[in-house]
């Protein structure tokens, strides 16, 4: 499919099947099985799985079209994609023959959710922290874990689970139906309300010896950055659409809209958030533009342009929203307009696949060499 034939069939989906309904999904807290179905029946879910496999096998451009366009309307939703992604990435890079014949087409497909369970409650940003454990006897592992922030882990049928084992981290994937695995929704989120986060607690769970995932100890050196690298693009990319939804609605608004006699556009302070709106969302796009060649290139530089894409990316999309809800005033407070929501979702992505600070750590010591 050519790239414009690409988009427009994009654009009308997410207009017919997102948009509708993106507030009744943050409301309600979750998307309908229904409509994941129809995502991976369009080749969206599988987007980064090879077509042996079932995918779509899309180019980085595509991919970050996919990102920003679904987060124009429902960041939430759009957070499917890069989970989906993050599992199906190190299940093609780690994955044994057996691991990807038996998993990647389910993924494509959308028989099954993956979900990435790293994060513990004193391990988020250090993840070298974390205390969750595993046993190898004869030809099985034991996991005992207590994962938190596991997005789409409330219907997710395969998990990426880190584990310790005298020091070296390991990952293993888990099916839903082990005995031992214990879901709970994660409540009182103040973004991403749809995303269907949970804890997840690993408690005596026995996996056959096949389901480790690479080798030993790969955990935090090898698939953690890979997936979290896939991660911060995708999310960036999201964040590139939050900016550009926040920007058309106050330019539609500041059109519409009167205050003492005149449209808000021609307020000079409105002009000057407007300004600063536009620069931000284009400088956004003109960074996360950059680094797509990169990736399809396997160019090692596109590691540290993403992240600096991210991080851009996520404070513009936090300023961006911020400024849209201040010019539409108390319009801006209410669910009746999308614009709090952003502004609420915008937030979560200076969190997630490493926090703005961390970000800065790698930036700063990538260039500083320290």
């Not at 496999?53 to 960041?75: H, K």
């Not at 749809?194 to 026995?206: D, E, G, I, R």
Request: proline share 2%.
């Amino acid at each position: 499919m050519e790239e414009n034939d690409f988009k427009r069939d994009l654009e009308r989906f997410v207009s017919i099947n997102i948009k509708p309904n993106a507030r009744l999904y943050d409301e309600k807290g979750g998307i309908p099985e229904s409509l994941i179905k129809r995502i991976a029946e369009k080749g969206y879910l599988g987007c980064n799985i090879p077509s042996q496999y079932g995918g779509s096998n899309l180019n980085s451009q595509q991919i970050g079209l996919i990102n920003e366009l679904f987060a124009r309307e429902s960041p939430s939703v759009r957070s499917l994609f890069t989970v989906q992604g993050m599992v199906s990435l190190a299940i093609c890079r780690w994955g044994t023959k057996e691991q990807q014949k038996k998993w990647l087409p389910r993924l494509a497909s959308g028989e099954i959710i993956g979900a990435f369970a790293l994060a513990e409650v004193q391990a988020g940003s250090d993840a070298g922290n974390i205390s969750s454990s595993y046993t190898h006897k004869e030809n099985y592992f034991t996991i005992n874990a207590n994962k938190v922030w596991v997005t789409f882990g409330q219907i997710a049928k395969l998990f990426l689970v880190f584990a310790i084992n005298n020091g070296q981290c390991s990952v293993f994937l888990v099916e839903w139906a082990h005995e031992g695995i214990q879901i709970k929704k994660t409540e009182g989120l103040l973004g991403v309300r749809a995303s269907m986060v949970a804890s997840v607690t690993f408690k005596n769970c026995v996996i056959p010896e096949e389901n480790i995932l690479g080798v030993e100890g790969a955990g935090l050196t090898h698939i953690a950055p890979s997936c979290l690298d896939y991660g911060r693009f995708t999310v960036a990319w999201g964040c590139v659409g939050i900016c550009q939804a926040c920007l058309d609605y106050v330019l539609s608004y500041t059109s519409e809209r009167k205050q003492f006699g005149s449209f808000l556009k021609e307020f000079q302070l409105i002009q000057g958030m407007l300004s600063s709106m536009i620069a931000q969302t284009k400088a956004a796009r003109l960074m996360c533009d950059s680094i797509n060649t990169l990736r399809d290139d396997g160019d090692p530089a596109s590691i540290i342009e993403t992240c600096l894409a991210k991080y851009f990316a996520s404070q513009a999309a936090n300023d961006v929203s911020s400024k849209a809800v201040q010019i539409f005033g108390a319009n801006g407070c209410i669910a009746d307009y999308p614009i709090e929501r952003f502004y609420r979702d915008s937030k979560i992505n200076e969190i997630i696949e490493s926090t703005t600070q961390i970000l800065e750590i790698l930036i700063a010591g990538n260039y500083t060499g320290s």
